[in-house]
């Protein structure tokens, strides 16, 4: 079956550090990815989205690239913010019984300490 | 944002009694779902709606039912609550069901089941 895997966390990084969240995916077919990311206290947000092989999301200076070869989505940003901690999710849409519902992985928080 | 309300935002109930979580946007999706949100799991859909009375079980349905009577509400209800269904539920919208399509998310219900 459809399936998302994230790197464990928490991820504890220092202001302006480079950040990499590792997503992985086992689907049929052609699934589209996503990254949503949930501030304390709130509801998801979609942060970013890629829909087909080696399109690229982007979205307040985050970005993934979506690899088929290597069945990964991972997330990037090259100088982290106190304000992006969070509780980061990725997530995959794809074609079958499940049309259009998201699979979530387990999710990865970040804190990003000043 | 989109408009997604749910009510209410936290409760806390004793094992066995009834609970309902109501769930409201403003947006006239044809879309709505409910998750239930437990750490080291994700996000998992509970049931979704695909239109008034049109609805589905989804990966973790067991002890809970849903009802949509009108386009702008989905109604979660926890027959005899269970101290396993203590979590945080989350209902999102969609305006198609399609693989590219996004979903949004109301800001989520935290429930205790003594």
């Known amino acids: 079956g459809n399936s998302v895997t994230q790197m464990e966390g928490p991820v504890t990084l220092s202001e302006e550090a480079f950040l990499t969240i590792n997503c992985t995916y086992t689907?049929?077919?052609?699934?589209?990815l996503f990254w949503y990311v949930q501030y304390p206290g709130e509801g998801l947000q979609l942060l970013l989205k890629?829909?087909?092989?080696?399109d690229k999301g982007s979205n307040k200076g985050f970005e993934a690239t979506y690899r088929k070869e290597t069945t990964s989505f991972h997330l990037e940003k090259g100088s982290v913010q106190v304000s992006d901690s969070a509780v980061y999710f990725c997530?995959?849409?794809?074609?079958?019984?499940?049309?259009?519902?998201?699979?979530f992985g387990q999710g990865t928080t970040l804190q990003v300490k000043p | 944002d989109a408009g997604i309300t749910q009510s209410p935002r936290h409760k806390v109930t004793e094992t066995g009694t009834p609970v309902t979580l109501r769930c409201h946007q403003t947006?006239?999706?044809?879309?709505m779902y409910w998750y239930r949100q437990d750490p080291g799991h994700g996000l998992r859909l509970i049931h979704y709606?695909?239109?008034?009375?049109?609805?589905d079980k989804g990966e973790v349905s067991d002890g809970y039912s849903v009802s949509r009577s009108k386009t702008e509400d989905f109604l979660l209800t926890l027959e005899s609550a269970t101290s396993s269904q203590t979590s945080v539920y989350f209902c999102?919208?969609?305006?198609?069901?399609?693989?590219?399509?996004?979903?949004?998310f109301g800001p989520g219900t935290r429930l205790t089941v003594l």
């Open positions: 999102a919208i969609s305006e198609s069901e399609g693989v590219y399509n996004e979903q949004f």
């Open positions: 689907a049929t077919g052609y699934p589209s």
């Open positions: 890629a829909t087909k092989a080696d």
């Open positions: 997530a995959l849409s794809a074609l079958g019984s499940n049309t259009g519902k998201l699979i």
């Open positions: 947006e006239n999706h044809r879309y």
């Open positions: 709606s695909y239109g008034v009375k049109d609805t």
